[in-house]
T-cell receptor
């Protein structure tokens, strides 16, 4: 149980385009979803916390207008990287949690490459 | 500020040998500590959380508040334990925002 699916797993696109990444909880309802970014050989860095039906809470230094997060339902959150540039290339990972004090369940991640 | 330090990027042991992956943290409040594991080509998954006090796959970890450590231990390593291990911290009963260490890659040699 507690499976989190991320799509796509890998995307390559041109600089200036916008890219949407989906995070779905397949067999549970997630009140909270989290978006992380991981650079090569680095740790996961939390970008934002997303609660269903409300605005996401962004970590310091993360541009809200650059990384748009939508959590319209209890099973789906999306991260849109707007006007992507090569420096946005990274590994993006989402996680989902059923309720407070329960552990987070992670997706497989999405590798984003901007040319 | 919350911080998690895993001093070893790489750790290599032989099968059957004891293994200890170090984790130290910095946090002014009451932390909740976790160990996550990522096997090759698989997603990150929870291995242990300190409040559960359980042993998973032979691994244990004890929270030492005096030394601000949460080292992961296993008395007899197996080849299938080879993976990337991340220590993580969150505020207890709070927002559950996770702060991760940089990870330790464990290789268990036959």
């Amino acid at each position: 149980g507690a499976v989190v699916s991320q799509h796509p797993s890998w995307v390559i696109c041109k600089s200036g385009t916008s890219v949407k990444i989906e995070c779905r909880s397949l067999d549970f309802q997630a009140t909270t979803m989290f978006w992380y970014r991981q650079f090569p050989k680095q740790s996961l860095m939390l970008m934002a916390t997303s609660n269903e039906g409300s605005k996401a809470t962004y970590e310091q230094g993360v541009e809200k207008d650059k990384f748009l997060i939508n959590h319209a339902s209890l099973t789906l959150s999306t991260l849109t990287v707007t006007s992507a540039h090569p420096e946005d290339s990274s590994f993006y990972i989402c996680s989902a949690r059923i309720v407070t004090n329960q552990p987070q369940h992670f997706g497989d991640g999405t590798r984003l490459s901007i040319l | 500020a919350q911080r998690v330090t895993q001093p070893e990027k790489l750790l290599s042991v032989f099968k059957g040998a004891p293994v200890e992956l170090k984790c130290n943290y910095s946090y002014s409040g009451s932390p909740e500590l976790f160990w996550y594991v990522q096997y090759s080509r698989q997603r990150l998954q929870l291995l242990l959380r300190h409040i559960s006090r359980e042993s998973i796959k032979g691994f244990t970890a004890d929270l030492n508040k005096g030394e601000t450590s949460f080292h992961l231990k296993k008395p007899f390593a197996q080849e299938e334990d080879s993976a990337m291990y991340y220590c993580a911290l969150s505020s207890q009963g709070g927002s559950e925002k996770l702060v991760f260490g940089k990870g330790t890659k464990l290789t268990v040699n036959p």
